[in-house]
């Protein structure tokens, strides 16, 4: 029973790896026709960068109210009937400095899905993100961008390459952040 478990686990993260690489090309073109232009910027990242870039980025931000819970909504029809709800998990290593301020982002995506009455699909997703983008206003803010592009699109893609989303969100998106200026995506920790 062990080893069919292993080669089912194994063949899943290689189905994954294989989703991942097909949808970051989606990105990398979806990112290239946007009229949001994000390029990556030979910014040499570490987590300090990243923290800084999104404290600035926070300050952008327009507080919704929200309640969080162990348990939010997991498709748009349960979001579109409990708008304000966000998920509690992974927002002790978040790039925005406190669980707090992740929840605050969290409903702000949350009310740009339902603004384009968008899923949770991959290419959906991408379309919130950049949507995101240019509400906040980030096309004279290439690190920024980056750092929001990241923490939105670099998360999905963690999540179909190892099968989960991110807890350590923090080396995550550092290891995203700096794949995407040498153009190769680690599967690092899988």
Same mark, same amino acid.
């Given at each position: 029973?062990?080893?069919?478990?292993?080669?089912?686990?194994?063949?899943? #993260?290689? %189905?994954?790896?294989?989703? &991942? =690489?097909? $949808?970051?090309?989606?990105?990398?073109?979806? !990112?290239?026709?946007?009229?949001?232009?994000?390029?990556?910027?030979?910014?040499?990242?570490? #987590?300090? %960068?990243?923290?800084?870039? &999104? =404290?600035e $980025?926070?300050?952008?931000?327009?507080?919704? !109210?929200?309640?969080v819970?162990?348990?939010?909504?997991?498709?748009?029809?349960?979001?579109?009937?409990?708008?304000?709800?966000?998920?509690?998990?992974a927002?002790?290593?978040?790039i925005?400095?406190?669980a707090p301020?992740?929840y605050?982002?969290?409903?702000?995506?949350?009310?740009?899905?339902?603004?384009?009455?968008?899923?949770?699909?991959?290419?959906?997703?991408?379309?919130?993100?950049?949507?995101?983008?240019r509400?906040?206003?980030l096309?004279?803010?290439?690190?920024?961008?980056?750092?929001?592009?990241?923490?939105?699109?670099?998360?999905?893609?963690?999540?179909?390459?190892?099968?989960?989303?991110?807890?350590?969100?923090?080396?995550?998106?550092?290891?995203?952040?700096?794949?995407?200026?040498?153009?190769?995506?680690?599967?690092?920790?899988?």
């Open positions: 029973m062990a080893k069919s478990w292993r080669y089912n686990h194994a063949r899943s #993260l290689e %189905r994954y790896r294989s989703i &991942a =690489r097909q $949808l970051q090309k989606e990105a990398d073109q979806a !990112r290239a026709s946007a009229s949001v232009c994000i390029v990556p910027q030979a910014v040499l990242w570490t #987590l300090s %960068r990243i923290e800084e870039a &999104a =404290r $980025l926070f300050l952008r931000v327009p507080y919704m !109210r929200h309640t819970q162990d348990n939010a909504p997991g498709t748009y029809g349960e979001l579109s009937v409990t708008p304000r709800i966000v998920w509690s998990g927002s002790n290593d978040t925005w400095g406190s301020r992740n605050v982002l969290r409903a702000h995506h949350d009310s740009i899905h339902l603004l384009l009455n968008k899923g949770f699909s991959f290419t959906e997703e991408v379309e919130v993100t950049l949507e995101g983008l509400r906040l206003r096309q004279a803010s290439p690190n920024l961008a980056d750092v929001y592009w990241a923490d939105n699109v670099g998360q999905q893609l963690y999540f179909y390459e190892k099968g989960q989303f991110p807890v350590e969100q923090k080396p995550a998106i550092l290891d995203y952040l700096l794949s995407t200026l040498t153009g190769t995506h680690s599967t690092k920790g899988a």
